[in-house]
């Protein structure tokens, strides 16, 4: 059986960050969507890192691909 994937927007930001180190600490599989890829990762490489560009429709389909819970924050 395939782990979960939960996926969070903005887990670099304050309530994305808690939602992010409490998905963790319960062992879940978690992604994050951000405008911030380039900054530093809070998370020690813990989280995949997609960019989010609501622009391009293809690249957060593909973002979203596999997730089966989204926290939009």
Same mark, same amino acid.
């Given at each position: *059986?395939?782990?979960?994937?939960?996926? &969070?927007?903005?887990?670099?930001?304050?309530? +994305?960050?808690?939602?992010? $180190?409490? !998905?963790?600490?319960?062992?879940?599989? *978690?992604?994050?969507?951000?405008?911030? &890829?380039?900054?530093?990762?809070?998370?020690? +490489?813990?989280?995949?890192? $997609?960019? !989010?560009?609501?622009?391009?429709?293809?690249?957060?389909?593909?973002?979203?691909?596999?997730?089966?819970?989204?926290?939009?924050?």
């Amino acid at each position: *059986v395939a782990e979960e994937l939960h996926v &969070v927007t903005g887990a670099f930001g304050y309530t +994305g960050r808690w939602i992010a $180190h409490q !998905l963790l600490d319960e062992g879940k599989r *978690v992604r994050t969507l951000t405008n911030a &890829v380039g900054r530093d990762d809070p998370f020690d +490489g813990q989280v995949e890192v $997609h960019p !989010l560009d609501f622009q391009n429709r293809e690249a957060l389909v593909e973002s979203l691909r596999g997730a089966d819970v989204l926290y939009n924050t």
